[in-house]
């Protein structure tokens, strides 16, 4: 992945993490250790299988994406002068999920149906998502100006996309 497309994906999303509503779930030991020797991230594989039962809408899925971002964006930010190495693997997973709600909310259908036949992300698939994105912003925002108008209507008006300068 391109390291000036993920800092981009970063760089345009802005929420009001003030009214998110956090819920901790505690998960057998054994059931997570399985996870991680497949390299799952407890909290991504939750979201993903959550969006996937729930049947959630696009808008939805996206805003869910964008939450779990800013929270590994958050925790990033906290250790990066007590733990290089540990923020730097949050940042990563904050724009690793900024590319998924991006790829949802652009609505990339080849790449979203394949994540979905295969039952979740790649590397590959988040690649091609963040070279889509920056094709779709080659004239400004693109298809992002859309996201921001429905982000910012009805229930999701906790979130929006805007271009931080």
């Not at 497949?38 to 994406?65: H, I, K, S």
């Not at 998502?129 to 779709?136: D, F, G, L, Y």
């Amino acid at each position: 992945m391109r390291p000036g497309v993920c800092v981009w994906a970063i760089r345009y999303l802005f929420i009001d993490v003030t009214t998110r509503v956090a819920v901790s779930v505690s998960i057998p030991g054994f059931i997570a250790e399985r996870l991680a020797e497949r390299g799952l991230d407890v909290e991504t594989y939750v979201v993903d299988l959550l969006v996937r039962a729930l049947n959630l809408d696009p808008e939805t899925a996206a805003v869910a994406r964008l939450e779990l971002a800013v929270k590994y964006l958050e925790e990033g930010k906290a250790l990066i002068d007590r733990d290089p190495v540990q923020a730097s693997e949050k940042l990563y997973k904050a724009t690793e999920e900024a590319v998924k709600a991006l790829a949802v909310s652009l609505q990339l259908g080849d790449i979203l149906k394949r994540v979905e036949e295969r039952g979740g992300w790649t590397a590959t698939d988040l690649d091609k998502s963040a070279r889509a994105i920056a094709k779709n912003s080659a004239s400004g925002l693109g298809g992002l100006g859309t996201l921001r108008g429905s982000c910012t209507s009805g229930a999701s008006t906790r979130l929006g996309w805007t271009q931080m300068r």
